[in-house]
């Protein structure tokens, strides 16, 4: 079953500098989790411990981040980034002791060796063991999937295809995928970078050559070019039949409603795909009945999103104000 690592709250941070404030952390950590997304990377866009080893003081410290998320350990999709070059065994007996549910070992795919340690290190506490091959193109997937292979044996219980300057083409990230479906038992996961405008089209790629997770980061934030939108992530899986059971509508009213104003006010931070736009993109309705959706949203109290979904599968060419009003009576009746 296809799932969804949503890494916002760690390589987003670098919008607003290393990490983001404990109110904007929270807020993303509810919508997520309310959502039903399966995993959440969290905390200084560095890693744990970057804030003391690498100076990356532009965030929360560590403990901030790991108190706050004290609420939302027993679900068991919070975790933490760990840069292998910055890996001290304490930080991992800090993130065990506060109730991680995973560390991601993150290192260029050049120097897997690098994160045998931190995996032992991480496996000897009870937490698991995810890896993020960093610039995955500076290798060839053979030698990735021999990679895969040694960390696998070190008790490895994830590996993350990362294409970090968003320089693979879909045809590449099949062929890895592949590769590596074949040489170890462990999920596959594909972190996209958008900056050939390929985010999606390599996510689909990756999904349709086997990967068992795909990253991506709200409205899109990341480093650079930014991530797969992992609202637009779920919305297109959603179009094959996966992640059926994420509730896109209401991550979707969290990210018009709250994120986007929040990122405006405070970041200058601009959405490039508004939930509007996306929800165009899911149903085939046209703009032009913008207007009109959103004002029957807001009179009868249903979720704007939702709606046009509902409409948009009797009539998406031109839907009437009576259609959209007796779906939005539907709707708020439960049927």
Do not use: W
């Not at 760990?82 to 991992?92: F, S, T």
């Not at 996209?192 to 689909?204: G, I, K, T, Y």
């Not at 990253?215 to 930014?226: E, F, I, K, N």
Request: charged share 25%.
């Amino acid at each position: 079953m296809l799932k969804i690592m949503d890494c916002t709250l760690r390589d987003g941070a670098n919008v607003v500098g290393k990490g983001f404030p404990a109110d904007l952390t929270d807020g993303m950590i509810k919508a997520l989790l309310a959502a039903n997304v399966d995993y959440i990377e969290m905390g200084n866009a560095g890693g744990i411990g970057a804030y003391e080893v690498a100076g990356f003081t532009k965030a929360e410290t560590d403990e901030t981040y790991l108190d706050l998320i004290q609420p939302y350990v027993a679900t068991g999709k919070v975790g933490m980034f760990l840069n292998a070059k910055r890996y001290r065994e304490k930080y991992v007996e800090l993130g065990a002791q506060k109730g991680l549910a995973f560390l991601r070992v993150g290192v260029d795919a050049d120097e897997p060796d690098l994160a045998l340690e931190p995996i032992r290190s991480i496996k000897a506490r009870g937490v698991k063991a995810f890896y993020s091959a960093m610039k995955a193109y500076l290798v060839t997937p053979e030698e990735l999937a021999e990679s895969a292979k040694k960390l696998e044996a070190a008790g490895l219980d994830e590996f993350t295809v990362m294409d970090s300057a968003g320089c693979m083409l879909p045809e590449e990230v099949a062929k890895t995928v592949e590769l590596l479906k074949k040489a170890v038992h462990i999920p596959i996961a594909f972190h996209c970078h958008n900056n050939l405008a390929l985010s999606a089209a390599n996510a689909l790629a990756a999904y349709r050559a086997g990967a068992d997770i795909l990253d991506g980061g709200l409205m899109g934030m990341a480093r650079s070019a930014g991530n797969l939108p992992t609202e637009a992530g779920i919305a297109l899986l959603q179009k094959y039949g996966e992640l059926q059971d994420v509730n896109l509508y209401n991550l979707l009213s969290y990210i018009a409603e709250e994120l986007e104003p929040k990122m405006k006010e405070r970041y200058d931070y601009h959405n490039p795909l508004t939930p509007f736009d996306l929800v165009l993109g899911i149903t085939g309705l046209h703009s032009s009945k913008g207007k009109l959706f959103k004002q029957v949203a807001k009179e009868t109290g249903v979720n704007l999103y939702q709606l046009m979904v509902h409409v948009g599968k009797i009539d998406r060419k031109n839907p009437s104000e009576e259609l959209i009003r007796s779906v939005a009576a539907k709707i708020k009746e439960g049927k």
